[in-house]
């Protein structure tokens, strides 16, 4: 294989070293920007109860819950104030006790800036919890269907950010046995270091609930991935798992600090050697793979009895007097916690949800934090790359290619995405792209080559929508086509029999005419 | 001599490929049109008639027999006709109506008086009532072709526009007018 790249290196005049393109290892590309984790060393505060707790019906990827409790009621803390309807789903807990005051729609961090169904929540300070779930302290002696069924009530999704729902990850398959499970302590973003204080200050929580997963899984092996920027968590993570005597079977795996690093099928290429094929799964190769704050959500949930109700979200950004790491209740609205970080005036701030790379802009700034919420960042408008950036031409030095870490060619699937050359598209894999943002990084011209895919997998799953709806009206018109063909048929079959019949009783006898008659009347409403 | 066994031989082979291209004919013979099949199957399939056709397939069936232009779906609009260009292979021509946004029809229900005539205009069954009782339309299968609002003899039908919702939000192409208003510069709130 080396000498293969050698060879087609020199093909491509002998300035190019293709082999710089697959470090071993890992997975190809990647990018080093700068680290900015400037609450790396600020512990987790404890968030106040906000005065109104906005919360949406839908945090994960799949359908919307549907409320089961009316406004007016009252409500505990973690109570399942909305239940999933259909598998790809999870349920939505009240984050404090108090009075739910109406069940409307409601700004939500998303970059249309548009509305969901939520369900706002006035506190009444007491924050009694609802007890009724019992822990399960003993989960090793539980049967993994339980604690499935455990994770799945207590509405955990992945934390790292793709929200999506934990349980379904968690199935003993008897295909697809699983070897390893891979704990996700990268936290590449640049800004955002909540991962890095979960695994600082709840370092037991977090082996506990690897352990879990392992139980549920029935894993031989843990691997809990840190990059090497971060030792302190490295050290915590290695005492954590010695004071609970798993040092067997759980390791901590440091690797060098890349960009995007702590992408699910680039981690897992990381650390196995093995990649996730194109359109498979990572159980398919015997590997999952979880974020370490849902670990410990795993852990609250199943040794404690506590639904998912609260995370850790990093607030920074230039225009934040003093950035912190905040465990907040889900649904506090985002102007609350950056007040907290001194950040009162909002005129002239962007705020993005999640890291720069990756994060999406907001435009409607009223929104609560969700459970996908691992950074809040109010950047100053005019230190916002994307907004003061000009397009250029491409000058084709692909630069693109070399970090891209799923092997596609971003410029030219760019152009094909810009003419809306949506088939040319797919075949340069476009829907392989992790939109992780490090061709844009990268991109001397400022080509914004992460929004061009974004649109063009829109188009693409809108024009498959349209061709499905079109599909169906065309069934439902040629049914209809064939219904009338059929009863204009019937209606002519009846007449000529009403004609002949009643030319037959003409001829028979003149008296029995009025039964002809009705029928011809009858036929010739009809025929109307 | 000569000459005789060319014709036989000539006329001998002429006459084995004849049969063998008539016994084809039967053998691999398709039913119906396959131009207009792959024309219709481009088509939004909303039956609105705006193309001067009853419906999508009469018209499909006209451009495939070369009667009609290729730019006539207004619905489809460019994508549409671009798509039946490149079939027929006949050079694009620009579609001169633009596309009215997608509408869904409502039946004000306290005003309908129950006729029936809207169901029996409906191109795709998505009108349900019976005679002298309520009509309603079914969303999920309203194609907004406005072809029943003519027949109502008491105007109790709308056009409303289908409303935006966020799950069938996408992302619209860098550097186009974005929609999406920044609420950065005027009305920040702090809550």
Not at chain 1, 405 to 422: K, M, S, T
Not at chain 2, 66 to 94: F, Q, S
Request: a negative charge.
């Amino acid at each position: 294989m080396p000498g293969l790249l050698e060879r087609l290196g020199g093909l491509f005049g002998g300035g190019v070293d293709l082999r710089s393109l697959i470090s071993p290892g890992g997975f190809p590309g990647g990018v080093h920007p700068a680290q900015m984790k400037i609450t790396a060393a600020s512990p987790i505060v404890q968030s106040p109860l906000p005065p109104q707790l906005i919360l949406p019906l839908k945090q994960h990827i799949g359908q919307i819950c549907i409320p089961i409790v009316e406004v007016g009621d009252h409500v505990l803390r973690g109570q399942k104030v909305a239940r999933s309807q259909g598998y790809v789903s999870a349920p939505v807990h009240a984050p404090t006790s108090g009075t739910v005051l109406a069940i409307e729609e409601h700004a939500v961090p998303h970059p249309s800036g548009m509305g969901r169904q939520c369900m706002i929540i006035e506190p009444d300070g007491l924050d009694e919890a609802d007890q009724s779930m019992p822990s399960l302290c003993d989960y090793l002696d539980e049967d993994p269907a339980i604690i499935r069924e455990r994770i799945r009530l207590s509405g955990i999704v992945g934390l790292g950010g793709a929200v999506f729902p934990t349980f379904i990850k968690m199935l003993r398959d008897q295909r697809h046995p699983i070897e390893t499970v891979i704990l996700n302590g990268v936290e590449c973003e640049p800004f955002l270091t909540c991962d890095h204080r979960v695994m600082l200050e709840h370092g037991d929580s977090v082996v506990r609930g690897l352990n879990v997963i392992m139980h549920a899984v029935a894993a031989k092996g843990g691997i809990i991935a840190i990059e090497d920027n971060k030792p302190d968590a490295v050290d915590a993570m290695r005492e954590a798992i010695a004071r609970a005597g798993f040092e067997a079977n759980i390791e901590v795996r440091v690797l060098p600090t890349r960009y995007p690093q702590g992408g699910e099928k680039q981690l897992i290429q990381a650390v196995t050697g093995r990649q996730v094929p194109a359109g498979k799964l990572p159980l398919h190769i015997g590997v999952i793979c979880q974020n370490v704050g849902t670990a410990k959500a795993i852990h609250d949930a199943v040794c404690m009895g506590k639904p998912l109700t609260e995370r850790v979200v990093t607030i920074s950004g230039d225009a934040v007097p003093h950035p912190a790491n905040i465990c907040a209740r889900i649904g506090t609205p985002m102007p609350f916690l950056l007040a907290q970080c001194g950040l009162r005036d909002l005129s002239g701030v962007r705020l993005i949800h999640g890291g720069p790379m990756m994060g999406e802009r907001l435009p409607r700034m009223n929104v609560p934090m969700v459970k996908s919420t691992n950074g809040i960042l109010a950047m100053r408008a005019e230190s916002l790359y994307s907004e003061n950036a000009q397009e250029e031409p491409c000058i084709r030095c692909g630069h693109c290619v070399e970090v891209c870490p799923v092997g596609l060619v971003p410029n030219e699937l760019a152009w094909h995405c810009r003419n809306d050359q949506f088939d040319r598209g797919q075949e340069y894999d476009l829907f392989d792209c992790i939109e992780c943002g490090c061709c844009s990084y990268v991109c001397p011209s400022h080509i914004p080559l992460v929004h061009y895919f974004r649109y063009a997998k829109g188009q693409v799953a809108h024009i498959e929508k349209e061709r499905a709806f079109a599909e169906l009206s065309k069934a439902r018109s040629e049914a209809r086509d064939n219904r009338l063909a059929r009863e204009q048929a019937e209606r002519a079959a009846r007449r000529s029999k009403v004609r002949k019949s009643g030319a037959a009783e003409a001829a028979a006898d003149a008296s029995d005419d009025t039964e002809a008659g009705t029928s011809g009347a009858e036929s010739g409403e009809k025929a109307s | 001599m000569n000459i005789l066994m060319a014709v036989l031989l000539l006329g001998g082979l002429a006459l084995a490929a004849g049969i063998v291209l008539a016994v084809a004919s039967r053998v691999f013979h398709v039913e119906g049109d396959p131009m207009m099949e792959r024309i219709d199957a481009v088509l939004p399939q909303t039956q609105c008639g705006q193309c001067g056709y009853p419906g999508c397939k009469p018209y499909a069936t006209a451009v495939a027999s070369g009667e009609a232009d290729v730019n006539k779906c207004v619905p489809g609009g460019e994508r549409a006709m671009l798509a039946i260009a490149d079939l027929m292979g006949v050079p694009p021509k620009e579609v001169e109506e633009e596309a009215a946004p997608p509408m869904l029809a409502y039946i004000r229900e306290d005003e309908c008086i129950g006729c029936t005539l809207c169901i029996k205009a409906c191109p795709v069954d998505a009108i349900i009532g019976a005679p002298k009782q309520y009509h309603t339309v079914v969303e999920s299968h309203c194609t907004g072709c406005t072809l029943c609002v003519e027949p109502c003899p008491v105007d109790c039908i709308d056009m409303l526009s289908k409303p935006e919702v966020l799950e069938e939000w996408t992302w619209s192409a860098p550097g186009k007018a974005s929609l999406v208003k920044l609420e950065g510069d005027s009305d920040a709130r702090v809550a």
